[in-house]
């Protein structure tokens, strides 16, 4: 028993033994494989370290270039620094981690984004544009943009690329596609050379692991002559329609080509890519209708006649439906402007004419166009100012006169007189009382003739429309300008004046309300000091009658510019935007040089021109003598003005700011589009 028990004593502390020692192994291999499998993941813990780090650094890297308080040279080095670090960062696999949306809101929104996925010759292939737009402040308005190219077809296998270095190309859109070529990649998007940007096509090629941009070879090219083919270019295709309208740029449905859209077009443009490398351009007309009760069917464009010594620019119509119309009415509109030169034309007097125009009122019924303008002729002891209008009834395609519109009678007259016809120019609202009654009944009887025309009489009076007006212009001696234009609201003239309720009920419904952009009481004549010699009453379209006012505040001590709209209370009803000339100066006491209120841009409204003179503000050492600053608030639909920076540092830049000839000599060849 005893032997039997020692027996199992010994196999138990045998198999204890075993076990304990089994044990240990088990442990120690555990052991081993737990810190194998640590290996890989310490290594990737501290990939994702350094590319945070990266990350990081990049983002301080984009706060120095736009920091405009750093030193030119420093941003510029840092902006390189940048797009290389950029391009660098985009070739980590855990960028690809990142969503769009996350990828931009780390760069405060100075990075897009966009990522597609393709099916190419059986493997998913993803593909992500990035732009990088540079601040203007140190780059410029075209160039300074920068376009990345990232793909991958496992998220081990990063590869990312630079396309587009500081150039004027701003991708919107892309495709990827398979070819005859190989895969080939289409880019989609605006080019800043001129404002509104034109749209331009690209295309990219994969060789290996590197995209090579190729010259895209027109096989057929069917166009209207509303569109314009830029292929002077070496790579990139550039499209731009004539009348210079915004555009937009979107992919295919089937993924071989892009849809080029003019705005409140009828007309698009196809661009499509076949496999074998051709590539067909073609227009098309949209099915779409646009409803907006303020729709145009028709656009206008500038003519002119320019022959010995004499130059008028014109508006002539296109895109009216109706050829027969159109060709009606724009030989109307050529045969009103050219009255300007009638008297010459048989003359052989040496004789220089200049003659400009601008769009009063456009509307499907009415057209009114004002002509302005110099006449001098040599040996002449002064120039002339040449003053006169057409406007048009576009649904009957023929001349409208003041007659048609009112009863020229003694109501009328007296309501010319009564206070109620604003001048346009305000040392000229007296001239009025000057004129006996047969004057004016003279005067209006003969409104709108034709000269040289069996009707004529010789009196230079015109009539004109508004969005909210009628207008008059009478003749008036050299001295106090040769000719002197007064307004009334439409909403004014009682009904007993009218004529023709037809054109009454189309006029009725454009007048526009008293503008309400912003109620802030009265001018504070504390804060702001009023320089009255620039101060006018004036007419504008979305605001009717207001006083504009130049003034002067003192923020943080420092003289600067402040414009205002004010109603004939005195309360503000419109305060404008900065003035360009504010940002980096201080402004001269009694600076303000010229106000001029003119259409810039052709769009109808009405904008501000304003020159004002500007020094450093120091007196003594270190002072810069004064010098003038030009800037143009852009007068929108909305009942808003708008500033283009880009444009206001141009033309100040290349020294298009002496006087507000200078001004609209130089934006008049820009192209911008403020709505």
Not at 153 to 163: E, G, R
Not at 288 to 299: A, G
Not at 390 to 398: E, H, I, P, V
Request: glycine share 6%; proline share 3%.
């Amino acid at each position: 028993m005893n032997h039997f028990k020692g027996g199992r004593i010994c196999c138990v502390l045998l198999l204890l033994f075993s076990f304990v020692v089994l044990s240990g192994c088990t442990k120690e291999n555990s052991s081993l494989k737990v810190e194998a499998d640590r290996v890989p993941r310490l290594q990737n813990k501290a990939e994702a370290i350094a590319y945070s780090n990266k990350l990081d650094a990049l983002v301080q890297t984009l706060r120095i270039v736009d920091d405009e308080e750093v030193d030119t040279d420093v941003r510029e080095s840092k902006l390189q620094d940048f797009t290389q670090d950029l391009n660098l960062l985009l070739n980590e696999p855990e960028s690809v981690e990142m969503k769009d949306g996350e990828f931009a809101k780390k760069f405060d929104n100075k990075l897009t984004l966009l990522s597609k996925s393709f099916r190419l010759k059986n493997e998913q292939l993803n593909v992500r544009i990035v732009n990088f737009r540079a601040s203007n402040t140190l780059t410029g308005t075209i160039g300074g943009k920068y376009t990345f190219v990232q793909w991958w077809s496992a998220k081990q296998l990063v590869h990312a690329q630079m396309l587009n270095d500081d150039g004027p190309e701003l991708t919107t859109d892309f495709v990827v596609r398979d070819s005859d070529h190989g895969i080939q990649l289409l880019l989609g998007g605006h080019v800043s050379i001129y404002h509104p940007y034109p749209v331009f096509v690209a295309l990219w090629e994969l060789s290996g692991q590197k995209w090579t941009q190729k010259k895209i070879v027109i096989d057929k090219v069917t166009l209207s002559d509303l569109w314009y083919l830029n292929k002077d270019v070496n790579e990139p295709i550039i499209f731009e329609n004539r009348q210079h309208d915004s555009m937009s740029i979107e992919v295919l449905d089937h993924g071989d080509g892009f849809l080029i859209n003019r705005d409140d077009s009828e007309q698009n443009i196809i661009i499509e890519f076949s496999k074998s490398g051709e590539v067909r351009i073609d227009s098309e007309h949209s099915i779409t209708s646009n409803t907006h009760i303020e729709q145009q069917n028709y656009k206008l464009i500038q003519a002119k006649y320019s022959e010995n010594g004499i130059l008028i620019k014109y508006p002539q119509i296109t895109k009216l439906k109706d050829t027969v119309k159109q060709k009606s009415l724009n030989q109307i509109l050529k045969t009103e402007a050219l009255k300007g030169l009638r008297e010459y034309a048989d003359s052989d007097t040496e004789v220089h004419v200049e003659i400009d125009f601008e769009i009063k009122r456009q509307s499907e019924r009415f057209l009114s166009v004002q002509y302005t303008g110099i006449r001098y002729v040599k040996d002449a002891a002064y120039p002339n100012h040449i003053f006169y209008t057409s406007n048009l009834d576009m649904k009957q395609a023929s001349r409208l006169r003041l007659s048609d519109l009112v009863k020229i009678e003694k109501p009328f007259l007296e309501l010319l007189k009564s206070g109620k016809f604003s001048a346009i120019e305000p040392e000229q609202k007296d001239l009025l009382g000057n004129f006996t009654q047969d004057d004016l009944i003279q005067w209006l009887t003969s409104v709108d003739l034709l000269k040289g025309s069996a009707e004529e009489s010789g009196l230079d009076t015109f009539s004109y429309l508004t969005s909210d007006s009628l207008g008059v212009s009478i003749p008036v001696a050299h001295a106090v300008g040769d000719h002197a234009e007064y307004e009334i609201r439409l909403a004014q003239i009682p009904n007993d004046m009218k004529r023709n309720k037809e054109l009454w009920q189309e006029l009725s419904p454009v007048v526009d309300q008293p503008a309400t952009v912003v109620n802030e009481g009265k001018l504070d004549t504390d804060q702001y000091e009023v320089e009255e010699s620039q101060s006018f009453q004036t007419t504008l379209e979305g605001f009717g009658k207001v006083r504009f006012v130049s003034t002067y505040g003192y923020p943080e001590g420092l003289r600067k510019f402040f414009f205002f709209l004010l109603d004939d209370q005195g309360h503000i009803l419109y305060r404008f935007p900065e003035f360009y000339g504010n940002h980096e100066w201080v402004a001269r006491y009694g600076g303000v040089e010229a106000v001029a209120f003119k259409d810039v841009n052709r769009d109808g409204l009405k904008d501000v021109i304003i020159i004002a003179n500007v020094d450093n503000g120091i007196h003594g050492p270190g002072r810069v003598d004064e010098f003038p600053m030009a800037g143009i608030y852009f007068q929108k639909k909305n009942k808003t003005f708008t500033t283009i920076p880009a444009l206001d540092q141009a033309l100040n830049d290349q020294g298009h700011n002496q006087t507000i000839k200078d001004v609209i000599q130089y934006v008049s060849k820009q192209r911008m589009d403020v709505n």
